[in-house]
């Protein structure tokens, strides 16, 4: 069964927002970086090559189920925040918004009876989870870190580590 119409282009709106994301995280990468935060900007480069996995992802299953994509064009990003910490709480802010678009996008495919779509956006809601979940987390550490040096430079050894890892579902 063809996806319908108004799920192919809502889950296109969908692209286009994953593809923001990646912007969004690409510009807070080179605002860290100008900061001498090699850490963070590391972390947020990695959540950016994460976020057009999950496009691709989306992408891919729309034209699997026999449906054309229409891309958008993407909005720039903003390009500075006053602290790490607005930056990570703007990437939390922009998590759950991300979360609430996930989540219509299953009340929609379910509406439709949809079962294969609502499976397949089922990854998205959990790992959905673990964005926000994680953001959060970040900003945890930096509001106990503070105005301590000491701290915003140890989390930046700790953001430096991460790595990307193509999602298994994904692949």
Do not use: C
Request: proline residues 3%; aromatic residues 10%; negative net charge.
């Amino acid at each position: 069964m063809m996806i319908s119409e108004g799920l192919a282009a809502a889950m296109s709106k969908q692209v286009v927002a994953e593809f923001y994301s990646s912007y969004l995280y690409l510009s807070m990468s080179a605002w860290f970086d100008s900061r001498g935060l090699s850490g963070f900007a590391n972390w947020m480069k990695t959540q950016a090559q994460e976020e057009l996995t999950h496009g691709g992802k989306i992408f891919n299953y729309i034209g699997e189920r026999d449906a054309e994509v229409e891309l958008g064009s993407i909005e720039a990003p903003p390009a500075k925040w006053d602290s790490p910490l607005a930056a990570f709480k703007a990437a939390y802010q922009h998590e759950q918004k991300v979360t609430g678009m996930i989540n219509d996008l299953v009340a929609m495919a379910r509406d439709e009876r949809d079962f294969a779509s609502e499976s397949f956006l089922q990854w998205f809601v959990n790992e959905q989870v673990e964005e926000e979940s994680t953001a959060k987390g970040i900003v945890d550490q930096l509001t106990i870190a503070g105005d301590h040096p000491q701290a915003l430079l140890m989390l930046d050894r700790e953001l430096g580590q991460r790595v990307f890892a193509m999602p298994a579902a994904a692949e």
